[in-house]
């Protein structure tokens, strides 16, 4: 698809800043922004296939009850929603009704917003980077239909960059908030672990798992940031220290930063493109004021290793919890045993099963302290990596993938390939920093290009101050995908 930039003034094209002006001035109300959206969702979702069970919940009035002068907010399917289907896009969980909202659901209520009814797709219970995992179908990419969002929140940034929604929520536990931004052209933050309650997540890894925003531009995500952040007694991994207000950061500069460029980043294998845009992106920082400095992260090379041998333990010993006994999909059977069997070898996909079976390999006797417990090492020396460096950076920029999008199939029987998609992104959430991922260019097939940004823990400031000086200078986060249903 060609990239347009034309000016559009429906309203499910607009940012949500822009929206709450308009609320604010009287000149719209919520329900003008619903119905702008239900449009837009009905006539472009057959063909993105960014939410899941649009066909029966589609119209969106029941949305729209109690809410005034709130933007809605597009969540994805495995953030629990009290009294609506929590799914994970998997079938073993079909029919699981939460009796409770997550902690960012309450706070989003909260606000004076809402949240969308309509659940985004994403790969099952998050394993992937492609959302093609799904129980529900593939999610395709709005700027080209041939191509994959990212995963495993690619429902919720294709939604975001189809203009199906304003902002939605991700989560991200090696990448799946970055990856599909930067395919998809939006913004996507991983804040820091524990700055973002997980209660009402259901978990993935628990020690990785994180929520956060996608969204149009930067000053979204910093008005999404001050309504989901905070100290959470329900969550034990949360963590009680003061939240600033992320849109005073904005404008406060960025002459002087000292900004670092790992050496592990930028290395072969890195599309020749995406090394143009993000390298054309520092130039614009530097004639800003920042300062640049090579740097090395020298653990980096283990990263994907470690990350796959811990993501997929957590992952085996929070999914031993569905076994058809107390929730969703149960399959019949003759005996208690062989309901168990059938019920998940029958209800799970297959990157579920690989996932499950390699973390269940990994803690077992015999191999767990040669697979599990080294991981746990090397992966505090990855941590201390980072620890190093923001002695004396500020932020570290990197490509947020090491290529644009891939063409749907491309990678599926390819498991090695598909999980190195996202080799610049789960260092991150290894050492629990924050990371942010934002357009910074296009290839010449018009596919999406993202760059990230890295702050040391609990400085998302930082990078919002950076991200969004880039942001005020370029007009790539103005471009929209020339997509006609």
């Given at each position: 698809?060609?990239?347009?930039?034309?000016v559009?003034?429906?309203?499910?094209?607009?940012?949500?800043?822009e929206?709450?002006?308009?609320?604010k001035?009287?000149g719209?109300?919520?329900?003008?922004?619903?119905s702008?959206?239900?449009?837009?969702?009905?006539?472009?979702d057959?063909?993105?296939?960014?939410?899941?069970?649009?066909?029966?919940?589609?119209p969106?009035?029941?949305?729209?009850?109690?809410?005034?002068?709130?933007?809605?907010i597009?969540?994805?399917?495995?953030?629990?929603?009290e009294?609506y289907?929590?799914?994970?896009?998997s079938?073993?969980?079909?029919?699981?009704?939460?009796?409770?909202?997550?902690?960012?659901?309450?706070?989003?209520?909260?606000?004076?917003?809402?949240?969308?009814k309509l659940?985004t797709?994403?790969?099952?219970f998050?394993?992937?980077?492609?959302t093609?995992?799904?129980s529900f179908g593939?999610?395709?990419?709005?700027?080209?239909?041939?191509?994959?969002?990212?995963?495993?929140?690619?429902?919720?940034?294709?939604a975001?960059?189809?203009?199906?929604?304003?902002w939605?929520?991700?989560?991200?536990?090696?990448?799946?908030?970055?990856?599909?931004?930067s395919?998809?052209?939006?913004?996507g933050?991983?804040?820091t672990y524990?700055?973002?309650?997980?209660?009402g997540?259901?978990?993935?890894?628990?020690?990785?798992?994180?929520i956060g925003?996608?969204?149009?531009?930067?000053?979204?995500?910093?008005?999404?940031?001050?309504?989901?952040?905070?100290y959470?007694?329900?969550d034990?991994?949360?963590?009680?220290?003061q939240?600033?207000?992320?849109?005073?950061?904005?404008?406060s500069?960025?002459?002087?930063?000292?900004?670092?460029?790992p050496?592990?980043?930028?290395v072969?294998?890195?599309?020749?493109?995406?090394n143009?845009?993000?390298?054309?992106?520092i130039n614009i920082?530097?004639k800003?004021?920042?300062?640049?400095?090579e740097v090395s992260?020298?653990?980096?090379?283990?990263?994907?290793?470690?990350?796959?041998?811990?993501?997929?333990?957590e992952?085996?010993?929070?999914?031993?919890?569905?076994?058809?006994?107390?929730?969703?999909f149960?399959?019949?059977?003759?005996?208690?045993i062989?309901?168990?069997?059938?019920?998940?070898?029958?209800?799970f996909?297959?990157?579920?099963?690989?996932?499950i079976?390699?973390?269940?390999?990994?803690?077992?006797?015999g191999?767990?302290?040669a697979?599990y417990?080294r991981?746990?090492?090397?992966?505090?020396?990855?941590?201390?990596?980072?620890?190093?460096a923001?002695?004396d950076?500020?932020?570290?920029i990197?490509?947020?993938?090491p290529s644009?999008a891939?063409?749907?199939?491309?990678?599926?029987?390819?498991?090695l390939k598909?999980?190195?998609?996202?080799?610049?992104t789960?260092?991150?959430n290894?050492?629990?920093?924050?990371?942010m991922?934002l357009?910074?260019?296009f290839?010449?097939?018009?596919?999406?290009?993202?760059?990230?940004?890295?702050?040391?823990?609990?400085?998302?400031?930082?990078?919002?101050?950076?991200?969004?000086?880039?942001?005020?200078?370029?007009?790539?986060?103005?471009?929209?995908?020339?997509?006609?249903p």
């Amino acid at each position: 698809m060609a990239i347009s930039n034309g000016v559009d003034k429906k309203l499910n094209t607009l940012t949500a800043h822009e929206l709450l002006d308009k609320l604010k001035s009287g000149g719209i109300s919520s329900e003008d922004i619903f119905s702008a959206l239900e449009k837009r969702i009905k006539e472009a979702d057959p063909k993105v296939n960014a939410y899941v069970r649009n066909q029966v919940q589609l119209p969106l009035a029941d949305n729209r009850k109690n809410i005034t002068g709130g933007v809605p907010i597009a969540i994805k399917d495995n953030i629990c929603t009290e009294g609506y289907n929590t799914e994970c896009c998997s079938k073993i969980l079909e029919g699981f009704i939460p009796p409770y909202d997550a902690t960012v659901i309450k706070k989003i209520k909260g606000s004076g917003h809402a949240f969308l009814k309509l659940k985004t797709n994403m790969d099952e219970f998050a394993f992937g980077s492609s959302t093609e995992n799904s129980s529900f179908g593939l999610t395709h990419n709005p700027w080209n239909l041939d191509y994959v969002p990212g995963g495993s929140s690619g429902g919720s940034a294709a939604a975001v960059a189809s203009d199906e929604a304003i902002w939605a929520l991700g989560s991200d536990t090696g990448g799946s908030i970055r990856q599909p931004a930067s395919f998809c052209g939006v913004v996507g933050l991983k804040p820091t672990y524990g700055r973002v309650s997980r209660y009402g997540l259901i978990a993935f890894a628990s020690s990785l798992d994180q929520i956060g925003p996608i969204t149009k531009d930067v000053r979204d995500c910093a008005l999404l940031m001050n309504i989901i952040a905070g100290y959470d007694p329900n969550d034990s991994t949360s963590v009680n220290t003061q939240v600033p207000d992320y849109t005073k950061s904005l404008n406060s500069g960025i002459k002087g930063l000292k900004i670092g460029i790992p050496k592990e980043y930028f290395v072969e294998g890195l599309d020749p493109e995406v090394n143009s845009a993000v390298k054309e992106a520092i130039n614009i920082l530097k004639k800003l004021g920042a300062d640049f400095k090579e740097v090395s992260l020298n653990h980096t090379q283990y990263a994907v290793p470690v990350y796959y041998i811990i993501a997929t333990a957590e992952a085996s010993s929070n999914l031993a919890r569905f076994d058809g006994v107390q929730y969703g999909f149960r399959s019949k059977a003759a005996n208690l045993i062989d309901m168990y069997k059938k019920t998940r070898g029958e209800a799970f996909g297959e990157e579920a099963k690989r996932r499950i079976i390699l973390g269940t390999f990994v803690l077992s006797h015999g191999y767990y302290d040669a697979y599990y417990l080294r991981a746990l090492k090397v992966r505090t020396l990855i941590k201390q990596d980072f620890d190093k460096a923001f002695q004396d950076l500020d932020c570290i920029i990197t490509p947020t993938s090491p290529s644009p999008a891939f063409k749907i199939g491309e990678r599926v029987d390819d498991p090695l390939k598909m999980y190195l998609s996202d080799i610049y992104t789960i260092s991150a959430n290894l050492a629990g920093i924050p990371g942010m991922s934002l357009p910074c260019g296009f290839t010449k097939k018009g596919l999406p290009i993202g760059m990230q940004i890295l702050a040391k823990h609990f400085d998302e400031e930082r990078i919002f101050s950076l991200s969004f000086a880039y942001e005020q200078n370029t007009e790539w986060h103005k471009m929209k995908p020339d997509f006609k249903p």
